[in-house]
């Protein structure tokens, strides 16, 4: 079965900071993959998915089927980017692929 | 326009009671998803409806949970005989197609005590 891993729970850094949020999977067709945001009190939306090869709010993610990551990353933190982060994954076939299977979240804390 | 909305955003019952859970999705989105988040977890899927018939139920833990979408646009959650460990956050989102992104509700917030 497909797994997301995302080892950091909390991760904290300065403003102007770079930042990096881990995610890893384990799935073994070529999968779907996503970055989701969830700000304070508020729902939980999409940030990027790696197909669209987009910059969202400055921040990037890189699917590397050679270490199965999908690491998002930002060069410089603003406070605003505090939130909570998930990575998700959707199978690319076999009938499942409407389905998201969600790591366990990175809280986000951006100092001043 | 209106989002993915969820009624009610907060339920407390007691252990045994039975719970309905509904979400109103995006007009003209015929995708239909329900997952579960307990605390310090990610959403965990348990159910995708395509139109009016549950396409993939197989999320759902066990034979007390059951949803139905009856004109293929608002769906409840039915949880029967509850317990404690049922408490949870419980996500609806809605697509236009099961490809297409997944809009998140924002929720209701289940106690079982």
């Known amino acids: 079965a497909q797994r997301v891993t995302q080892p950091e729970k909390l991760l904290s850094v300065f403003k102007g900071a770079p930042v990096e949020l881990k995610c890893n999977y384990s799935y073994s067709g070529s999968p779907e993959l996503f970055w989701y945001v969830q700000y304070s009190r508020q729902r939980l939306q999409l940030l990027l998915r790696?197909?669209s090869r987009e910059s969202i709010k400055g921040f990037t993610a890189d699917l590397n089927k050679g270490e199965t990551s999908f690491h998002l990353k930002k060069p410089f933190a603003q406070e605003e980017d505090s939130a909570m982060y998930y990575c998700?994954?959707?199978?690319?076939?076999?009938?499942?692929?409407?389905?998201?299977?969600f790591g366990k979240g990175t809280l986000l804390t951006v100092n001043p | 326009g209106a989002g993915v909305s969820q009624t009610p955003s907060n339920k407390v019952t007691e252990k045994g009671k039975y719970v309905e859970l509904r979400c109103d999705p995006i007009?003209?989105?015929?995708?239909l998803y329900w997952y579960r988040q307990s605390l310090g977890q990610g959403p965990e899927f348990l159910i995708y409806?395509?139109?009016?018939?549950?396409?993939?139920d197989s999320g759902l833990p066990n034979d007390r949970f059951f949803a139905v979408r009856p004109e293929g646009s608002v769906s409840t959650l039915k949880i029967q005989r509850t317990e404690r460990g049922d408490s949870a956050v419980y996500l609806c989102?809605?697509?236009?197609?099961?490809?297409?992104?997944?809009?998140f509700g924002p929720g209701t917030r289940l106690t079982v005590t």
């Open positions: 998700a994954l959707k199978e690319d076939s076999g009938g499942s692929n409407y389905k998201l299977t």
């Open positions: 007009s003209g989105h015929t995708a």
């Open positions: 409806f395509q139109g009016t018939g549950a396409a993939d």
């Open positions: 790696h197909i």
């Open positions: 989102a809605s697509s236009f197609g099961p490809y297409n992104e997944q809009y």
